[in-house]
């Protein structure tokens, strides 16, 4: 049963634990690939050939790709411990969220990918996204879903794990508790919970590979 699921990923990118903790929440047994991105796997490479980007599920020898896509595929295949909701008007609405954040990635890695004199202006876009989240998304729940982890917490996941990350590196700080108590209850909340905190990468070892991103491409997106 456990290989009838592989994860294609690496340990250090958000994108591969959205997946990770899906298939943890919904207790389904996975063997998860580590992915060199220098260096990919000829099966990274057949099963993806168009953006050749992980993560990849590979379930019953059948590919799905791009992290989104991924958790609907779980979702629908497990259909047991819902991730989205079934209320069609709260299902949609949750898949706006999902696709705002998708939509302002780009925009909070820059912080992490421009130069000193771009980085100011970064650093107030990131935290324009982040006031909209506090201000509009996040409901009176412990999480986005109320009081149970859901999709839109998955997605925004990385948030709550890599920011303190991006902060320590860039020695910048963003997410502050005074500035947005709502999205960091949510955030030491998710952190907390069984199913994430035993399967987030080192906070020390992310550090040091995000140093040594910066310094060997430093214009260039984290993974």
Same mark, same amino acid.
């Given at each position: 049963? !456990? ?131 506090? !201000?509009?998304?996040?409901? &009176? ?73 910066? !310094? !060997? ?5 984290? &993974?």
């Amino acid at each position: 049963m !456990e290989e009838e699921v592989k994860v294609h990923g690496s340990w250090a990118s958000p994108f591969s634990y959205r997946v990770i903790w899906a298939l943890q929440l919904k207790r389904i047994p996975y063997h998860f690939i580590q992915e060199d991105m220098a260096n990919k796997t000829p099966l990274l490479l057949h099963y993806h050939p168009v953006h050749k980007k992980i993560p990849v599920l590979v379930h019953a020898g059948n590919p799905i790709c791009e992290s989104a896509v991924i958790l609907e595929y779980i979702d629908d295949t497990w259909p047991e411990k819902p991730l989205l909701p079934s209320d069609p008007f709260h299902r949609a609405t949750a898949r706006f969220w999902i696709k705002f954040i998708e939509d302002k990635e780009a925009t909070i890695r820059r912080i992490f990918t421009t130069g000193e004199e771009e980085r100011e202006e970064a650093r107030k876009e990131t935290l324009e996204v982040l006031r909209t989240i506090e !201000e509009r998304g996040l409901g &009176n729940g412990k999480f986005f879903g109320g009081e149970e982890i859901n999709m839109i917490d998955l997605v925004y996941g990385w948030i709550a794990v890599w920011m303190k990350v991006f902060e320590e590196v860039l020695d910048m700080k963003l997410m502050e508790g005074l500035e947005f108590p709502r999205l960091h209850a949510w955030a030491e909340n998710f952190k907390a919970a069984a199913v994430i905190r035993d399967h987030i990468p080192d906070h020390h070892q992310m550090v040091l590979h995000l140093r040594r991103r910066r !310094e !060997e491409l430093p214009q260039s997106p984290p &993974n």
